[in-house]
């Protein structure tokens, strides 16, 4: 049963509006950690002198650990409870920024890299506990809406944090690798140790929010959740794994190309906006357009959290994903203007996916939610893989072509929303 002593509680209509702005803050937060790799990729090139394969293990190790910790944390979710996993996974973060330290003081890339994994490592905790949890806080049938909008202020997080990491991050000038080559040991030495040295200070800042952050809620009285409470009703318990509902594992495939789709897309567009025939943009300038993306993704989280509550949610995913996918269609048959506006858009409906989808996807778990959720979270795997597969596409056929891949991942989701998500469990036969 759901314990109603909530220490948080700020309004009778909600009693759990105070537990969802404390959470609100986990989703704001890892969001704003996450963009800061966009900062410290080139940074971090420059200062170690990396080619582009190098650079890219950040991402690499990034991403790894949603694949590796996803699944653990589910079952540590399950044993621990939500707010357990919200603590450690807060502790874990704040030790991972800790190591930005050491490995700045000892140039080591290694130990950058080992810090961003274990950094994810924490991030993919919070996200096994914090994002069920909020699914189950309030009524079912506006779990979609609730997840939708704290994931606004994920997206509120990845706007700030670009700004804010050029500011403290980049505000040393990186020499050029001409430059470099001008630089004796010594000089070389110094150098690098003032370049890695910038990331020292926004990180420890960071880590004290986190252990601040896991001390506020170690503190505080959040909802007790039982298993119960998010079971479907009428519906009986009899699985021994998360894998058995076959609405968890189609939703867990939607996941991996939603995540794949957004980030293939988002990954392209500086380059495709560069195109003569599209906007013949410099970087610099169509890294300024690169913004209508995300921020249309923090827009319509914004409008989808109170559209969500009148719409049905598979209703609103199907929609979503049929607009995204003739918006990316219309990008690959035509040219100029209408190409960089109609792949800009497709942002605005990625808005609504990824909160829907979850929600949809834990729905009737029951005591194997903890596990669904380090499921789905293991999914976002997508991210990492599906770019790389639409860049091999790009070299052969071209990268507006290219675009062919987010189609494909839309049209899954779509699929997702009108008949995937509906609650079915994967009965096993006897013997």
């Not at 209509?13 to 966009?38: A, M, Q, R, V």
């Not at 950040?58 to 357990?84: E, H, M, N, W």
């Not at 809406?145 to 606004?152: I, M, N, V, W, Y």
Request: aromatic residues 12%; glycine residues 10%; neutral net charge.
């Amino acid at each position: 049963m759901i314990n109603t002593t909530d220490t948080t509680n700020s309004s009778d209509k909600n009693p759990y509006l105070g537990s969802l702005t404390l959470l609100t803050s986990l989703f704001f937060i890892w969001g704003f950690i996450t963009c800061l790799n966009d900062i410290l990729i080139p940074h971090l090139k420059a200062v170690f002198t990396l080619n582009y394969t190098q650079a890219m293990l950040v991402q690499f190790c990034f991403f790894t650990a949603y694949f590796v910790v996803s699944v653990p944390s589910g079952y540590l979710v399950k044993r621990i409870d939500y707010k357990g996993g919200i603590i450690t996974g807060l502790a874990i973060a704040g030790v991972g920024c800790l190591l930005f330290y050491p490995a700045a003081s000892l140039h080591s890339y290694p130990l950058f890299l080992a810090a961003f994994f274990v950094l994810a490592s924490g991030i993919t905790l919070l996200q096994v506990a914090a994002n069920p949890y909020v699914t189950i806080l309030g009524k079912p049938e506006t779990a979609s809406s609730r997840l939708t909008l704290t994931q606004a202020f994920n997206s509120l997080g990845t706007t700030i944090a670009p700004y804010l990491g050029a500011l403290f991050i980049l505000a040393t000038a990186v020499k050029t690798a001409d430059d470099i080559e001008l630089l004796n040991a010594d000089q070389l030495s110094v150098y690098q140790a003032a370049q890695a040295a910038a990331v020292q200070i926004p990180y420890l800042l960071l880590a004290a929010a986190l252990f601040f952050m896991a001390v506020v809620f170690a503190l505080i009285k959040l909802p007790k959740i039982e298993a119960t409470e998010t079971q479907v009703s009428g519906v009986d318990d009899i699985h021994d794994s998360a894998w058995s509902y076959k609405h968890l594992v189609l939703g867990a495939i939607g996941i991996f190309v939603y995540v794949g789709g957004e980030v293939s897309i988002g990954s392209f567009l500086i380059n495709f906006l560069g195109e003569p025939s599209i906007a013949g943009l410099a970087e610099r300038d169509a890294g300024k357009y690169v913004s209508f993306y995300w921020g249309g993704a923090m827009i319509g989280r914004f409008i989808g959290a109170a559209v969500m509550q009148k719409i049905q949610p598979g209703k609103a995913l199907t929609v979503s994903a049929v607009t995204a996918a003739l918006l990316v269609l219309m990008t690959i048959f035509s040219n100029g203007q209408v190409a960089m506006w109609t792949i800009l858009s497709v942002g605005l409906f990625n808005s609504i996916m990824f909160p829907t989808i979850f929600s949809l996807a834990v729905s009737g778990l029951g005591k194997h939610t903890g596990q669904g959720s380090g499921i789905l979270c293991a999914a976002i795997v997508g991210g990492a893989i599906l770019p790389v597969v639409q860049g091999l596409f790009a070299d052969r056929i071209g990268i507006q072509q290219a675009f062919f891949i987010p189609v494909l991942c839309y049209g899954y989701i779509a699929y997702y929303g009108w008949r995937g998500c509906k609650y079915s469990a994967v009965l096993r036969l006897p013997g």
